[in-house]
């Protein structure tokens, strides 16, 4: 399976459709638009004067966040040719126990969050993963780095890049890799953060920081 055949996998996984399934068309969507007085937006100001942002993870329970599932069929069912009761060695339950795990929400603990801390930035990581998701979030002159060893990706993304022969940066770039959610916070506020998001039934760690950018680095500059 070559790279631009996954990143066709993957793009179908946003049609609205899957194209296997052709007596299935299945779209929903919500929106929510509520204006609230916070700080939200204040990541230019902070990142032009040399101010580091620290990124706390809000984690989801190692579900893939509805996202990649495209790719995710043709590795597992097509070229592994695995069925939905199947056992793998990463996994603790059975494929597709793994493959319904229900989507994590995180609108109560945004919204816990926004009152109590200086919140700076919220990305929530689905489909492109890290890679290009967190980037919509930024203004001209910042990217981040991220660190690739303050967290383990849950056993589903194993079994992925062990079975589909996935390259790492691919896997990045396609799945969440286990970080459902990016909040851009002071460093002062970090510990506090975590704390309030271990309150809230959530495991978080400072995964990143924001650093100045000329334009010419990648988005997303990932180490360990």
């Known amino acids: 399976m070559t790279i631009e ?21 299945l779209a929903g969507y919500s929106i929510l638009a ?7 937006g204040e990541i230019d100001i902070v990142a032009r004067r040399g101010g580091v942002l620290a990124f706390v993870e809000v984690k989801a329970r190692g579900d893939l966040e509805t996202a990649g599932y495209s790719l995710v069929r043709r590795v597992f069912f097509d070229k592994a040719k695995l069925t939905v009761s199947a056992t793998l060695p990463e996994l ?6 793994v493959l319904l795990t229900p989507t994590r929400i995180y609108a109560k603990q945004i919204l816990a969050m926004i009152k109590e801390f200086p919140i700076k930035g919220i990305a929530h990581i689905t489909g492109g993963g890290i890679t290009e998701n967190l980037p919509r979030i930024f203004p001209q002159g910042v990217r981040a780095r991220i660190d690739r060893t303050a967290w383990t990706s849950p056993p589903i993304f194993q079994a992925l890049r062990r079975l589909g022969e996935i390259e790492r940066e691919e896997m990045y770039r396609v799945f969440n890799m286990g970080i459902g959610l990016i909040l851009v916070v002071p460093p002062q506020s970090a510990h506090a953060v975590l704390k309030k998001a271990g309150e809230l039934g959530d495991r978080g760690w ?17 180490v360990g």
């Open 5 to 25: 055949t996954r990143r066709q996998a993957h793009r179908l996984g946003h049609a609205a459709e899957w194209r296997a399934l052709w007596r299935l068309r």
């Open 34 to 40: 509520r204006r609230y007085k916070t700080k939200l």
């Open 92 to 97: 603790d339950r059975s494929l597709g126990e």
């Open 206 to 222: 400072q995964i990143g920081e924001i650093v100045a950018s000329s334009g010419a680095e990648p988005e997303v500059e990932y």
